[in-house]
């Protein structure tokens, strides 16, 4: 017996991306759904009600057209703002991100860490709540970029983005007091992994970068091990709210996690 449906994963842009890999990379044997809200990118500069009103309608949507049958949401800002909005509308296991803060905290030499987020996640009281929770006697020194974000669609477009516009990234989490002694950061937005070498390269000192995607991986496996697989998965799909005019740029960068063919919403 074969079960075909695939897992979904969703974000706002292409950040989710750097969570789709190492799923693949544990399951290869799952079809695969990427949806990316271009029509509403980016969220980190929304309000949170704009959000925790349009991820739930829109996922709701796209579990009825995909049938999938688990969704990650593969956004800190959306998971931190509509994961218990999406959880109580939806009846399927739904998967969410959330900052690393807790493996910076085992990691970390100095006891201070840097998150590196959206203005929207690094401000949210969840973030607080892990910090309180897992790295108390540790300095959390936070900084939202939208900057980043846009730094991560662009290099995933082809466009090879300057060392400064990074070196400027980290002078917003370095340049805060304290922030001299930071030794690990969390990068608590999926499009940041994508870039995490340029990150270290203009960093001023020897520091690790931490973040989520293994960790979702290895809950994906749990959550769908003894289940049926199509005995040769399909081909994956890119699925955009909004096709534009750059949209076709990424291929290269879809084609290599997987994701064949590009759709619209």
Do not use: K
């Amino acid at each position: 017996m074969t079960d075909t449906r695939p897992i979904l994963f969703f974000d706002s842009g292409v950040g989710g991306l750097s969570v789709l890999a190492p799923t693949r990379a544990l399951l290869p044997q799952a079809s695969y759904v990427y949806v990316a809200d271009s029509a509403g990118y980016p969220y980190g500069t929304r309000s949170e009600a704009e959000i925790a009103a349009r991820v739930p309608a829109l996922l709701g949507r796209l579990a009825e057209r995909y049938r999938p049958r688990l969704i990650v949401i593969a956004c800190n800002t959306a998971s931190t703002i509509a994961l218990a909005a999406v959880r109580a509308a939806l009846d399927l296991p739904i998967v969410g991100t959330v900052p690393a803060i807790r493996p910076a905290a085992a990691l970390s030499v100095t006891r201070c860490i840097g998150v590196l987020g959206t203005q929207a996640t690094v401000r949210q009281p969840y973030v607080d709540d892990l910090a309180t929770r897992f790295a108390a006697d540790c300095t959390v020194i936070r900084h939202g970029s939208a900057e980043l974000v846009a730094l991560a669609e662009a290099e995933l477009r082809g466009m090879r983005q300057p060392d400064s516009a990074y070196r400027a990234v980290l002078n917003g989490l370095y340049g805060q007091p304290g922030g001299e002694r930071i030794d690990v950061i969390v990068n608590a937005c999926t499009h940041f992994p994508l870039v995490a070498d340029r990150l270290a390269a203009v960093a001023p000192g020897p520091v690790r970068f931490v973040d989520g995607g293994e960790g979702i991986a290895r809950r994906v496996a749990h959550l769908t091990q003894g289940q049926a697989w199509p005995e040769a998965p399909a081909p994956g799909v890119a699925v955009f709210t909004r096709i534009e005019s750059d949209t076709a740029a990424l291929a290269p960068a879809l084609l290599a996690r997987g994701l064949e063919r590009i759709e619209s919403l």
